[in-house]
């Protein structure tokens, strides 16, 4: 890993790292700008999904976008929530996949995983577990995971064709993606997204829709959609991707599209 990408996804964690010690301490967090900050953050979930979560789980959620209403879950299903900071998503996912599921959560942050697990304790859920690691290197098995939800979190990472990787590693044949994330205008150069927010502010580092598609599709993802779902900063979109990795078919040869 280059120097600068060490630095960045340094400063990525200590962003984080005070979000969450914000929370603990009984204050809110925010991923981007003060500027941008109506783009972000539990207002982005209904009521009754807020309701019942503990109050620090939904002071943390700092997404620009709901993976779990978008991803499908469904009873019984294994999901794993990649960068799952306080754990809003990784509890709704609980409730959706019921008991006989698992919602598994990843982040790097040891005070977001110890705010984490807190909640889940709060919410008395007994089918979650949150693992420490990058998003980039998951501690998880080849095919061990129905779905991957993430909010606002892939734009984050210092290396994506990893993420992408890693991720279509952990998918089960037939698996799913599912999230939400900060996607660029085509026409906007990597010097024009970091005009408008930071790196670690969830903006600088955000991928444009082809340059997102085309990652998607070299690491073995089809029937991918990308859907635009409001603005965040000029010409930046909170965006909601789709994508599946394909059947088995024959011996182990993937489906195609």
Same mark, same amino acid.
């Given at each position: 890993?280059?120097?600068?990408?060490? =630095?960045? !996804?340094? =400063?990525?964690?200590?962003?984080?790292?005070?979000?969450?010690?914000?929370?603990?301490?009984?204050?809110?967090?925010?991923?981007?700008? =003060?500027?941008?900050?109506?783009?972000?953050?539990?207002?982005?979930?209904?009521?009754?999904?807020?309701?019942?979560?503990?109050?620090?789980?939904?002071?943390?959620?700092?997404?620009?976008? $709901?993976?779990?209403?978008?991803?499908?879950? !469904?009873?019984?299903? !294994?999901?794993?929530?990649?960068?799952?900071?306080?754990g809003i998503d990784v509890l709704l996912s609980?409730?959706?996949?019921?008991?006989?599921?698992?919602?598994?959560?990843?982040?790097?942050?040891?005070?977001m995983l110890a705010l984490a697990r807190a909640?889940?304790?709060?919410?008395?859920?007994? $089918?979650?577990?949150?693992?420490?690691?990058?998003?980039?290197?998951?501690?998880?098995?080849?095919?061990?995971?129905?779905?991957?939800?993430? $909010?606002?979190?892939?734009?984050?990472?210092?290396?994506?064709?990893?993420?992408?990787?890693?991720?279509?590693?952990?998918?089960?044949?037939?698996?799913?993606?599912?999230?939400?994330?900060?996607?660029?205008?085509?026409?906007?150069?990597?010097?024009? !997204?970091?005009?408008?927010?930071?790196?670690?502010?969830?903006?600088?580092?955000?991928?444009?829709?082809?340059?997102?598609?085309?990652?998607?599709?070299?690491?073995?993802?089809?029937?991918?959609?990308?859907?635009?779902?409001?603005?965040?900063?000029?010409?930046?979109?909170?965006?909601?991707?789709?994508?599946?990795?394909?059947?088995?078919?024959? =011996?182990?040869?993937?489906?195609?599209?």
């Open positions: 890993m280059s120097e600068q990408s060490v =630095q960045l !996804r340094e =400063q990525v964690r200590e962003r984080y790292a005070a979000a969450a010690t914000a929370v603990t301490a009984g204050g809110a967090a925010c991923c981007g700008p =003060q500027e941008i900050e109506e783009g972000f953050g539990a207002a982005l979930y209904a009521a009754d999904e807020r309701e019942g979560l503990p109050a620090e789980a939904v002071a943390a959620s700092l997404g620009c976008g $709901n993976p779990t209403a978008v991803a499908e879950l !469904r009873e019984g299903e !294994r999901v794993l929530d990649l960068g799952s900071g306080g609980a409730r959706r996949v019921g008991p006989a599921g698992k919602a598994y959560g990843l982040d790097m942050t040891e005070e909640n889940a304790a709060r919410a008395g859920a007994a $089918n979650v577990e949150f693992l420490k690691g990058t998003i980039e290197s998951i501690p998880l098995p080849a095919a061990s995971v129905d779905v991957v939800i993430s $909010n606002c979190v892939i734009n984050l990472s210092v290396d994506k064709d990893a993420v992408f990787a890693e991720t279509f590693r952990v998918l089960v044949p037939g698996g799913r993606l599912g999230v939400s994330d900060v996607v660029a205008d085509d026409a906007l150069a990597p010097a024009q !997204r970091a005009e408008r927010g930071d790196y670690a502010g969830c903006i600088a580092g955000a991928l444009s829709f082809a340059e997102y598609l085309a990652g998607l599709r070299a690491a073995g993802f089809t029937g991918i959609t990308i859907t635009s779902t409001h603005q965040v900063a000029d010409g930046m979109h909170s965006a909601i991707v789709r994508a599946v990795k394909p059947a088995e078919t024959g =011996q182990g040869v993937p489906a195609t599209d």
